[in-house]
């Protein structure tokens, strides 16, 4: 595969100074790390209207609060490691009050690379999905954001998590794609196992695919963006039709994807749901390819568990 | 002097009727509330309520453009009660200024009440929930900013515990709104030197309120908080700022008006424990309204 591949974190700077213009109850706040999260774009055209909060999140995340208050769409962006330590400002202050505050947050996962464990979080998919009122957005390329962020900015309610990455990622979705909340998209169609994937797992899993074909395996891709609230229909169709699920994710196997996946074919359809992503440790630093072999989360690893999967093998993924 | 519910007294006009000889009933008669909520509930924070009756009366009854006939009014005043235990005491006040009926008081800390344990947006003329302390600060910073963006000329005050301003949310926030210029924030702190645990200079000694407040580059004015006087012209001086956030340093007895309770840690937490101390508690408050 030989897509174009495009920074999600530039897109959405890109996309916040265009929704600028149209929105003049636009604000955005960032912690001191605005030309890593691109708000800057925003920023520079804006000055009125970006916040720069210096290095402190729970003011930060307060602040957005009282705007959000006073009628302001409001944008958030921090890494998604730093915004986590105000998990409780984001329950109380925001989440309980039910605001309109959209938390756009870089870095996120392992491909942060080098800068290692200390800044790859695996766990915040899960920290804020068990937020009531919070919504939970995993973009797969640069169209996709541009897409969840105007539709945020047009008319997201409430609290919104939305998850990008310092890397870039292959263009997946076509031009005229448009996001929508709790709907999923399938990539390809198969009928013997379905690969339900979020963020850069995805065209990892449309590559494992492509290798399971040629072991006559015919799987289905599907891009699981919106994880809370999560595409049931989706899933309980792959369940039914494929009988097989294998979850791919740049995050904890708890709490993440796959949880809420096997979370619906529990209760609707069970059948096999086998996850793949970071089992219960801390990143490192490396190359993001380099990681993603090193954890057990690369194509090939794809591979070999959605064909053992497939083959009514036991699961060897933990042992 | 009439207090009921939807009275149709609103906005500016009410601001002026009342002398500080009403102003000291009403805070009595918040007072009573707070206790007859808190026993009635069987729990609830009665000291840090009771602390600061007198500022409530003081802001809702003369200092501040609300109108509980527009609670959504865009011009209107805001209050952030960032120390959301103190919720019974906001409750009360709210109530005797018209944003609700009295009666709905009684629902206070009980399912299917709106009233719920700490400060809640569901209750009308409440501008956000609170509860978890250190975060009020933060959101009267984000209303005041929104207020200059809109050009409008409202004014967002806070009510800080002192023990609350160990959480270090409230000095981030101190920053941000020295950084914007915030001459339309107006924090409050009930200083009345007890937390949950006892007494603030044993858990954790504050040091100099006034001059750290000070050193972020804000504008602080030390007030007896239960001096009339003394609350209005703080207040007074800091709409008058220029330039800078203001902190009215408020020294404040906890439990004031009853007996027991004053500068009783105990009673940060708790409710009159028998039906005896329940009277007493109101006896004590009435020897206030003769005054």
Known sequence: ?319 | MNLRAGDGNSGEKIMEQYSVSDLKNIATAIRKKVIEMVYSARSGHPGGSLSIADILAVLYFREMNVDPLNPNDPDRDRLVMSKGHASPGLYAALSLRGFFPEILLEGFRKLNSKLEGHVHKGVPGVEASTGSLGQGLGIGVGMAIACKLDTKSYRVFVILGDGEIEEGNIWESMMAASKYKLNNLIAILDRNNIQLDGFTKDVMPLGDIGEMVRSFGWNVIEIDGHDYDQIISAVEEAKLSRDKPSLILAHTIKGKGVSYMENNPKYHGAPPASEEEYRKALDDLSGEDEE
């Open chain 1, 1 to 319: 595969m030989s897509a174009a591949v495009e920074s999600l974190r530039e897109t959405y700077g890109e996309e916040l100074r265009m929704l600028g213009e149209r929105y003049k109850e636009l604000v955005v706040l960032d912690a001191d790390l605005s030309t890593s999260t691109k708000t800057a774009t925003f920023g520079r055209e804006f000055p009125g209207r970006f916040f720069n909060m210096g290095i402190a999140e729970q003011s930060m995340v307060t602040t957005a609060a009282g705007l959000a208050l006073s009628g302001k769409k409001v944008f958030v962006s921090t890494f998604a490691v730093f915004l986590m330590r105000t998990y409780e400002q984001m329950r109380q202050s925001v989440c309980y009050n039910n605001l309109d505050v959209n938390f756009v947050v870089t870095h996120a996962g392992l491909t942060v690379g080098e800068d290692g464990a200390t800044h790859q979080i695996v766990e915040d998919v899960g920290i804020m999905s068990g937020l009531p009122h919070m919504k939970v957005t995993v973009p797969v390329d640069s169209i996709e954001t541009r897409s969840v962020i105007d539709f945020l900015a047009e008319g997201g309610k409430g609290p919104n998590y939305v998850r990008l990455t310092r890397e870039k990622f292959p263009v997946l979705n076509g031009k005229d794609y448009v996001f929508r909340q709790g709907i999923s998209t399938t990539f390809k169609d198969g009928d013997d196992i379905t690969i339900i994937g979020a963020g850069s797992m995805v065209a990892l899993a449309l590559h494992a695919a492509e290798n399971l074909k040629t072991k006559g395996i015919d799987a289905r891709v599907i891009n699981m963006s919106s994880i809370k609230p999560i595409d049931r229909k989706a899933i309980v169709k792959a369940a039914r039709e494929t009988g097989k699920i294998v979850t791919v994710e740049e995050h904890s196997i708890y709490n993440g994807l796959g949880s809420r996946v096997s979370e619906v074919t529990a209760e609707e359809y069970p059948v096999p749901v086998w996850r793949l992503g970071m089992k219960d440790t801390f990143g490192k630093s490396g190359k993001s390819w380099e990681l993603f072999e090193y954890f057990h989360m690369g194509v090939e690893d794809i591979v070999k568990l959605a064909e053992t999967c497939f083959r009514g093998v036991k699961n060897e993924n933990f042992s």
